[in-house]
């Protein structure tokens, strides 16, 4: 199959140069001008696409070539629109290790999508175009078809523009500084998320307005245009019995990768949400309950004082309703957090490690039958956590360069631990969990 996707790479020099800021901006001004564009997001990050979701009004998806490996270009044309902006993740070639792979380039490289790079010019002249230069020779299929500079004033932008001599790659504008309640801020997991920021919509609305000003829109949808048409094939997915997921959806957990929900709809999933903040409990008929990552942490005190659903998690556990719990969704089905009560169906306690506990792309293999696999059959995963538990589990072996360890809690019933699992990175996994839940359903 193939399909003629206008798309296009925005990726950065490095992290901090601005660019979810300059995407925003740019994805803003093609909304307002009445284009049909989604967004996407390199790598494994949950925070990009709520602030590109927030701007278009509609889910934003995962560009991942760790997770989806061979299904990478089948996944991004079933979220792809008429026009499609693809965020990069820290540097431009920045992968695993100190290696390309997987990395902002290569995604591009994977969708043919052409590049334009965001550089950071702040408190820098001439030494702008050295770096471009540096980025655009760096191997010989780059890929780069265009750079942004970002914190400039119109002056310096021009002296930039008049010193750059590569008429195969062309500047398309630049952001000047910000006040600072336009800068999106961050934390110990990246940005803050989209709800959290006050005044968005407004603050999106005026940076458009400027993008539209500083920066050649017309251009880069031009260049968008130009992609060649990407080719993919669909995998052979089974139509399944159906299925009523309930997963648990708000400002606590909401660290999900809408290419796992659609995956789970194409096998006859029924996804409903619910709210472990302010529902009084979990729905009542639903076949298997899903805990998401998130900011449990940021709202112990409202999961403890919410009784009655900590209760009916319990009770939905112990009358062996498959619960599945990632990260954050791990954190509140232990008995403590951070010393508050959460939903007791696993005994252990977490607390903040003040640090990165696990930081990264990992391999899992069960180590015996579960819920989510037969033994032997492997998952590709993300963690990113700075809280650790007393108990995080042995059900799966998990791999990371050169080290292994024991992981996740793991039965017929229940896994649960702080890996963040992509299931497009084994798609029969993704098919024998749902099998199982179906039996369990029976």
Not at 179 to 207: C, F, W
Not at 368 to 378: F, P, R, V, Y
Not at 404 to 427: K, R, W
């Amino acid at each position: 199959m193939q399909n003629n996707f206008a798309r296009l790479l925005l990726s950065g020099t490095n992290s901090g140069c601005g660019k979810t800021t300059v995407f925003c901006a740019i994805l803003k001004a093609l909304k307002l001008r009445g284009e049909d564009v989604a967004a996407f997001k390199c790598g494994p990050d949950f925070i990009d696409p709520m602030f590109h979701a927030a701007v278009i009004g509609a889910p934003s998806a995962n560009a991942d070539s760790y997770f989806c490996g061979e299904w990478l270009s089948y996944v991004f044309a079933q979220s792809a629109h008429s026009v499609n902006l693809i965020e990069g993740a820290m540097g431009y070639y920045d992968g695993m290790g100190f290696t390309r792979e997987h990395s902002a380039w290569d995604v591009g490289r994977r969708l043919n999508a052409p590049a334009v790079l965001i550089v950071d010019g702040k408190g820098a002249a001439l030494s702008v175009v050295a770096q471009m230069q540096g980025f655009a020779r760096f191997c010989r299929d780059s890929g780069i078809r265009g750079f942004i500079i970002n914190r400039v004033t119109e002056r310096t932008y021009s002296g930039i523009r008049s010193v750059w001599k590569d008429q195969s790659i062309r500047l398309y504008g630049y952001l000047p500084p910000l006040p600072e309640e336009y800068i999106l801020k961050s934390r110990h997991l990246g940005l803050v998320t989209a709800g959290e920021v006050q005044d968005l919509q407004k603050k999106m609305q005026d940076l458009a307005v400027l993008a539209e000003k500083t920066l050649d829109i017309d251009g880069l949808l031009q260049l968008a245009r130009q992609a060649p048409a990407l080719e993919y094939r669909e995998p052979a997915l089974p139509a399944l019995a159906p299925l009523k997921m309930a997963v648990a959806r708000d400002a606590a957990f909401c660290f999900y990768y809408k290419e796992n929900f659609d995956l789970f709809r194409t096998l006859g999933a029924q996804i409903e949400f619910f709210s472990p903040l302010s529902d009084e409990s979990v729905p009542q008929d639903a076949d298997v309950l899903w805990f998401g990552g998130g900011y449990p942490e940021l709202y112990a005190e409202q999961l403890e004082a919410n009784e009655s659903m900590r209760a009916s998690v319990r009770t939905a556990a112990e009358k062996g309703t498959p619960v599945f719990a990632e990260c954050g969704g791990f954190l509140y089905l232990n008995k403590l957090l951070d010393g508050r009560k959460m939903a007791g169906v696993l005994d252990g306690s977490s607390e903040n490690k003040k640090r990165p506990v696990r930081f990264g792309y990992i391999g899992l293999e069960a180590k015996e039958d579960c819920l989510l696999a037969n033994k032997g059959m492997k998952y590709r995963a993300h963690e990113f956590h700075y809280y650790d538990c007393t108990d995080n589990g042995n059900g799966f072996i998990a791999s990371r360069k050169e080290s292994t360890y024991e992981c996740m809690v793991a039965d017929q019933h229940l896994v649960a631990g702080f890996p963040h699992i992509h299931f497009y990175s084994n798609l029969e996994g993704a098919v024998t969990f749902y099998k199982n839940c179906l039996e369990n359903k029976k």
